[in-house]
């Protein structure tokens, strides 16, 4: 005749873990719900950054070259510029033989978009400026005024990108390679009403020991904006990065 005998219990810490098995997965997938999208944030905003530092690069070495006499109007000094964009993506297209206003989206394409622009004050009717051309003809005394505009890259980033200064007033007169006739007198030359107040706030004020513009003397601003389309994920995405520099 058999004898039962007694089955050992299961030790309390393997049934526990029978009754708990699964549970890591789905604390997993609680705590993923909250740290996936931190992660992408840190990611996308740590990128933005390098590419911030390298536009505020890009821009000072533009304006640099600008104010020593590079033509950017010219498709070889364009080709320089995307050099310096490097992993940017600036498009410049083919050589559309007059440059200064190199920006056909549907030709160019990229990410970037470049404005370069020199601007001069005009002083008072009994200074230099308006003595030349004489006081009665100097309609753009006391303001500033476009001297000469450049722009190459993707014009469609334009509701993105708005040039800080303002655009170019309508019926402007202006040479192939950018520069502008008649920039004391002809009153289309003067910036808008935004720019003209930025530039003020800028330059002619007297704080940090700093000089007002005197008459005749001129600024060399360079801008560059460059949307992020690969930094985007869903909801998360990047804005783009612009820089400006001043000579």
């Not at 050992?8 to 393997?14: E, F, I, K, Y």
């Not at 604390?27 to 505020?56: C, D, H, K, W, Y």
């Not at 001297?147 to 402007?172: D, E, K, Y």
């Not at 040479?175 to 330059?203: H, R």
Request: contains cysteine.
């Amino acid at each position: 005749m058999r004898t039962a005998k007694n089955t050992p219990a299961r030790p309390v810490s393997l049934r526990r873990k029978l009754r708990q098995r699964g549970q890591e997965i789905l604390e997993f997938g609680l705590v993923a719900i909250l740290m996936i999208p931190l992660l992408l944030g840190a990611f996308i905003t740590g990128m933005n950054l390098v590419r911030s530092i390298q536009a505020n690069q890009m821009s000072r070495d533009l304006t640099d070259m600008f104010i020593h006499g590079q033509d950017f109007s010219l498709y070889v000094s364009q080709n320089l510029a995307k050099r310096l964009a490097q992993g940017m993506n600036l498009g410049i297209g083919t050589d559309p033989g007059t440059a200064r206003w190199n920006n056909t989206a549907s030709t160019n394409g990229g990410n970037g978009i470049v404005v370069l622009t020199k601007i001069m004050y005009v002083g008072t009717t009994s200074e230099a400026q308006c003595a030349y051309v004489s006081p009665s003809t100097c309609n753009n005394h006391d303001s500033f005024v476009f001297m000469q505009r450049v722009q190459f890259g993707n014009s469609s980033l334009t509701p993105s990108f708005t040039s800080s200064l303002g655009a170019l007033p309508t019926g402007i007169t202006m040479l192939s390679d950018g520069e502008v006739q008649n920039p004391v007198t002809d009153t289309t030359a003067k910036l808008g009403t935004a720019g003209q107040t930025a530039m003020a706030n800028l330059w002619q004020v007297n704080t940090g020991g700093q000089t007002q513009l005197a008459d005749g003397q001129i600024v060399y601003v360079g801008e560059v904006f460059f949307q992020s389309p690969d930094l985007s994920f869903s909801s998360l995405s990047g804005n783009g990065v612009y820089a400006r520099y001043f000579f």
